[in-house]
């Protein structure tokens, strides 16, 4: 799935390629973000950045943090700061289940995917653990490895043998 591609009502924004490449991803969840008028306005432009950007949960609410939207260019003075705290709208039971799992060692919280929903900006969140270097080794020559297979079945099937 290519970024900006609508596939079943959901148009992806931003996705974070490097979060799959970095960390193994556990479970996920989907919540809905607090925006300003002109966040929205840049998101729908596809003008936003998931790099190092990470969830935590303060007290009973979860927030994302460092995830860059621009500002939106046709807006005059009350434009957005571009990488503010942004509240996570999830239930109650999703929280606590989302500080329990980010408080055990290792695990941290990670934004996989930003995209809009029936019309409105979601961000699909991973709980992760990190990745050693040999594990990415690991991923890499699986991929490698299913790439080339994949390969030589598509070359056989056209060959008609």
Known sequence: MADGIKTDGIKIIVQNRKAWHDFEILDTFEAGLVLHGTEVKSLREGR????????????????LHNIHISEYVQ?????????????????????DRMRNRSEEKGLTLVPLKLYFKRG???????????????????????????????????????DGG
């Open 75 to 95: 807006a005059n003075r009350f434009n957005h700061e571009p990488e503010r705290k942004r509240k996570l709208l999830l239930h109650k039971k999703e929280i």
């Open 120 to 158: 409105r900006a979601k961000v699909e969140i991973g709980i992760a653990r990190g990745k050693k270097l040999y594990d990415k080794r690991h991923t890499i020559a699986k991929r490698d490895a299913q790439r080339a297979l994949d390969q030589a079945l598509k070359t056989r099937t056209r």
């Open 48 to 63: 936003a950045n998931l790099k190092d950007s990470y969830a935590r949960v303060d007290g009973n609410e979860a927030f």
